[in-house]
């Protein structure tokens, strides 16, 4: 087996490529709405190819991860990946760009199931709950794809040179990194099994708690600055503040995540984080002030920043169910919450304003309060990984 430091580099390597082809292809969406001449319900209907791409993928990703295991299976989605992010860049018209993006949602969801699967697998061989800081290498890789679609935008490099550039680059040193022989498990289909299982008993629960974090979440990416602007009468420069603070709460928090998870426990966690999501939502709503609202994004970001990392932990750890098929079923709720976020309080914000409106993300961080005993780790996955039989 490798050694536990070569296990966690080759993990972290793959939720940093994922992340960081997510983010240099959202640091140019301006340039591709340019490119086709695409107004707000265009990009829209864009977006939602890529969704639909991603939810597609999670039952399909889940089953090739259980029978050809998790590392096998993240190694192969990472190249597919890589290559639709360039055929973004080379689509002549908006129908082939949906239909690359389509494929890139595919592929950025599908590793999110195996890659995740993967780090069940690490999580057990290092024997430390280290779910949280992978996540934090997503958000790292999403920053500096970012950082990369500033410079290549301020350099004036054409889409597809940028592109290709970095997925060339991301692809080839990660995969090196990933390259280290891992022996996953392996499990065949169970006859009669569901291709696009829901999940259910424990893992709905597990479910419903991690879509209220994401949806918490894609609601803050998409209306924060918004929010500030039109509530607190910030500026433009300052409204993109609020989900900077909010990204950064989160980094820092799934970086201290493993020491906080040993020392207080995973259930502990999830309620406080909840508890902190409350808080940060009364701060954002009640003062209505441009320091209080950053002051609670920053309560938001350190509250979501645990719970999908202790979601998929727990699912890949569950007793009645292989980990590919039960990440799969949870982050179908997961993305889900994503997608559901930012239209629901859309709407609300139609009926009561958008200040009330985030009112409702205290409503789904109570959720996450009562429901946090969802997340506890079940006894039959105390053993160390060692002692697991292999399927």
Not at 237 to 251: H, K
Not at 319 to 345: E, F, N, Q, W
Request: charged share 10%; aromatic share 8%.
């Amino acid at each position: 087996m490798p050694s536990a430091r070569k296990t966690w580099i080759a993990v972290a390597a793959m939720f940093a490529l994922n992340g960081g082809l997510f983010g240099t292809w959202a640091s140019r969406i301006p340039t591709v709405v340019e490119r086709h001449a695409l107004d707000g319900g265009q990009l829209g209907l864009l977006l939602l190819t890529l969704a639909a791409g991603a939810i597609a993928s999670f039952p399909l990703a889940g089953r090739a991860s259980d029978t050809f295991g998790a590392a096998r299976a993240t190694l192969v989605i990472a190249l597919a990946y890589t290559i639709a992010l360039v055929l973004i860049a080379g689509a002549p018209n908006v129908w082939l760009t949906g239909a690359a993006l389509c494929l890139f949602g595919a592929g950025h969801g599908g590793m999110d199931v195996t890659m995740n699967s993967w780090a069940g697998e690490a999580e057990r061989h290092i024997a430390k709950p280290v779910m949280s800081t992978f996540h934090a290498m997503w958000s790292l890789g999403a920053g500096v794809g970012a950082v990369g679609g500033y410079l290549a935008t301020s350099l004036e490099l054409g889409l597809m040179a940028h592109f290709a550039l970095v997925g060339i680059v991301f692809w080839a040193l990660t995969t090196w990194l990933a390259a280290i022989g891992w022996p996953s498990e392996t499990r065949q289909p169970t006859k009669g099994a569901k291709r696009f299982p829901l999940p259910h008993g424990a893992l709905f629960w597990i479910g419903l708690v991690a879509m209220c974090a994401a949806l918490g979440e894609g609601a803050i990416a998409d209306w924060s600055a918004l929010f500030l602007v039109s509530v607190t009468s910030a500026t433009q420069a300052q409204g993109a503040l609020g989900y900077a603070v909010f990204s950064a709460a989160m980094v820092v928090m799934r970086l201290l995540g493993t020491s906080v998870i040993v020392r207080l426990g995973e259930v502990n966690v999830a309620r406080i984080a909840g508890c902190s999501a409350v808080a940060g939502v009364l701060l954002a709503v009640i003062p209505a002030s441009f320091a209080a609202t950053l002051a609670g994004f920053v309560l938001l970001g350190l509250g979501y920043a645990l719970i999908m990392p202790l979601a998929f932990s727990r699912a890949a750890n569950d007793p009645d169910t292989p980990p590919g098929v039960a990440i799969a079923s949870v982050a179908t709720l997961g993305y889900g919450g994503i997608l559901i976020g930012p239209p629901l309080i859309g709407f609300t914000a139609h009926f009561i304003t958008l200040h009330y409106a985030f009112a409702l993300l205290g409503v789904l961080a109570l959720v996450i309060v009562v429901k946090a005993s969802a997340l506890g780790r079940p006894e039959s996955s105390a053993a160390p990984a060692a002692e697991r039989p292999r399927q």
